[in-house]
């Protein structure tokens, strides 16, 4: 199941009760089963003192964060600003932005000027563009070869 955003399929990973097919619940930010609000994207503007890019903030216009069957996690709004302070992204990687990650300590990014940027990724313990990989051509891409996620 999916939903449209740009052209692109976005894996939708519940119905939208909040209930997958086997009848279990989904919860946790990063799962959320509703859009950002306005009130999330401006305080995640805000927290991560850099430009969103379009592509994430129309990803959180359908459905605020998601976690993938391969455990990649795709930031809500209201966790990005936190997972950004945390790995110290301005200072070390300044003009990124970290969208998500592998739940096994790799980092994805987007360039955060750039509104076609590629997916980069990169060990969280080392935060250099010099050593970062690209993963997918562009966002839409890259959340298209995630898949579906599990539901229970």
Do not use: H, K
């Not at 990650?101 to 563009?129: H, I, K, T, Y």
């Amino acid at each position: 199941m999916g939903a449209f955003l740009v052209g692109v399929a976005v894996p939708l990973l519940v119905g939208a009760a909040g209930v997958c097919s086997e009848g279990c619940r989904v919860t946790g930010s990063v799962s959320r089963l509703s859009a950002a609000t306005p009130a999330d994207v401006m305080r995640a503007r805000a927290e991560t003192e850099v430009n969103l890019p379009a592509p994430l903030v129309a990803l959180w216009s359908v459905r605020d964060g998601l976690l993938a069957e391969s455990g990649v996690a795709v930031y809500s709004a209201v966790d990005i600003g936190e997972r950004n302070a945390t790995y110290e992204v301005a200072q070390y990687a300044p003009g990124f932005l970290l969208v998500g990650d592998d739940s096994g300590g790799r980092g994805f990014l987007l360039r955060a000027d750039d509104p076609d940027s590629a997916v980069f990724s990169s060990g969280l313990g080392d935060l250099d563009p010099a050593d970062f990989d690209v993963v997918s051509a562009d966002f839409a891409s890259w959340i298209e070869s995630l898949g579906p996620a599990p539901c229970c």
